[in-house]
């Protein structure tokens, strides 16, 4: 049997696959790269869970809000830095494959407004109700809401947020999620 590079031992117990014979000709090749030298199709990987203060692109997580609060915005934009954003990483859960921001949209668009690319984001794994996130998902899809920059078009007065969206939030929960 011919060598294998130790780089690709691991690759080969999973799949059982072998280096091609240009790949085990010991110094003529010391890197054998699994992904591309073996023309073995690679699965797609399930999304990374993000935790800690991983980013996210920005473009990345579904809104769960159609709408933003003006008055909360002013309070964000009173503290927030655009030059070195620092804020606490925004929840996110994992829904049908996709990320969903859960909180922090306020957040999430101050970040946008400072130009940034990502979010640093936490993968909240905490008992949210879930069935209910997905039915305000489904309302942010409804009106094009799909990234945090959509959501430079609905900034409303805090009276019209609260009527909006928080009464409609809480009507929703009542029924059990929709």
């Not at 920005?58 to 709408?67: F, G, H, K, N, V």
């Not at 990502?118 to 879930?130: S, W």
Request: glycine share 8%.
């Amino acid at each position: 049997m011919s060598e294998v590079h130790t780089n690709c031992k691991l690759w080969l117990r999973r799949t059982r696959s072998r280096c091609s014979p240009r790949d085990s000709v010991p110094g003529r090749f010391p890197a054998c790269n699994p992904f591309t030298d073996h023309q073995i199709a690679v699965p797609r990987l399930p999304p990374r869970p993000p935790h800690g203060r991983d980013p996210l692109p920005l473009d990345e997580p579904q809104p769960s809000q159609p709408y933003l609060n003006r008055g909360k915005l002013d309070g964000v934009l009173s503290w927030f830095d655009p030059d070195e954003p620092d804020y606490d990483p925004l929840p996110v859960i994992e829904r049908d494959g996709e990320w969903a921001l859960i909180d922090g949209h306020t957040r999430a668009f101050g970040t946008s407004l400072a130009g940034a690319d990502e979010l640093r984001v936490v993968h909240d794994t905490d008992d949210h109700p879930r069935e209910l996130y997905g039915r305000c998902v489904e309302w942010c899809r409804d009106v094009d809401i799909t990234t945090v920059a959509d959501l430079h078009s609905r900034l409303v007065s805090e009276g019209a947020y609260e009527r909006l969206w928080l009464d409609r939030c809480q009507r929703a929960a009542a029924e059990g999620g929709g």
